[in-house]
């Protein structure tokens, strides 16, 4: 089945700690994304990448870093310098054409939720 | 700078009845508007997009209309069912390729 996974579900850290989030897609999509869910906001966007060995900083990458290796993967780290780590995290990919057609339409994972106590 | 806005944040209404969220947006400079269907701890589920030449999509219960130039679009839900009850959002492709996002409005349908 084509699809993104993410993993693990829920990830609990203790502060200080370095954690990475994996995003993974079997979509041949060229573009993923990673964005963070808050309660009561929108999805803000941290990281994303049109291609191999190329990524850009999104509205709130202060803390994050992130890979992009192979196409299929998209691997984010929160670091200890993010000073509210604790969130809903949503990797995302599309087809990557920058066209106002679908191929900006956006598939997402199912999360991970990451506590940092 | 592009901002979106869903109002109402929460919703509440009887099984059956028919019922609209709203979505508006500042800059009209956009490419396409999508909904999306978020269930409680779970990923997004694309339910419609509609392109910027465009003035509605239809897919089954749900039609979404797109007004460019007010700056408005809106979700339909026809016969509304306890299974649609889940966090609706918004997001507009802006000028930069870029998806801005609405907070969502929380759908409780009650049987």
């Known amino acids: 089945d084509g699809g993104i996974t993410q993993s693990p579900k829920y990830l609990f850290r203790k502060e200080g700690q370095n954690v990475t989030l994996s995003c993974e897609q079997n979509l041949n999509h060229d573009a993923m994304y990673w964005y963070r869910q808050d309660p009561g906001q929108g999805l803000r966007l941290i990281y994303y990448s049109q291609i191999v060995n190329d990524f850009q900083k999104g509205d709130i990458a202060e803390g994050y870093s992130v890979s992009r290796e192979k196409k299929e993967s998209f691997p984010l780290t929160v670091t200890s310098a993010q000073k509210n780590p604790t969130a809903f995290y949503l990797c995302?990919?599309?087809?990557?054409?920058?066209?106002?057609?679908?191929?900006?339409?956006?598939?997402f994972g199912p999360g991970t939720r990451l506590t940092v106590t | 700078k592009q901002e979106v806005t869903q109002i109402p944040a929460a919703l509440s209404v009887p099984e059956g009845e028919n019922l609209v969220l709203n979505c508006s947006f500042t800059?009209?400079?956009?490419?396409?508007l999508q909904w999306f269907r978020q269930d409680p701890g779970k990923g997004l589920t694309s339910l419609l997009l509609?392109?910027?030449s465009q003035r509605e999509q239809t897919s089954g219960r749900l039609n979404a209309s797109l007004d460019k130039s007010s700056g408005r679009s809106t979700l339909y839900i026809a016969a509304s069912q306890p299974g649609d009850s889940a966090t609706y959002l918004c997001?507009?492709?802006?000028?930069?390729?870029?998806?801005?996002w609405g907070a969502g409005t929380k759908l409780i349908i009650k049987p």
């Open positions: 509609i392109q910027s």
């Open positions: 800059d009209s400079a956009i490419y396409n």
């Open positions: 997001a507009v492709l802006d000028s930069n390729y870029q998806l801005i």
């Open positions: 995302a990919s599309s087809p990557g054409q920058r066209t106002s057609g679908r191929g900006n339409e956006q598939y």
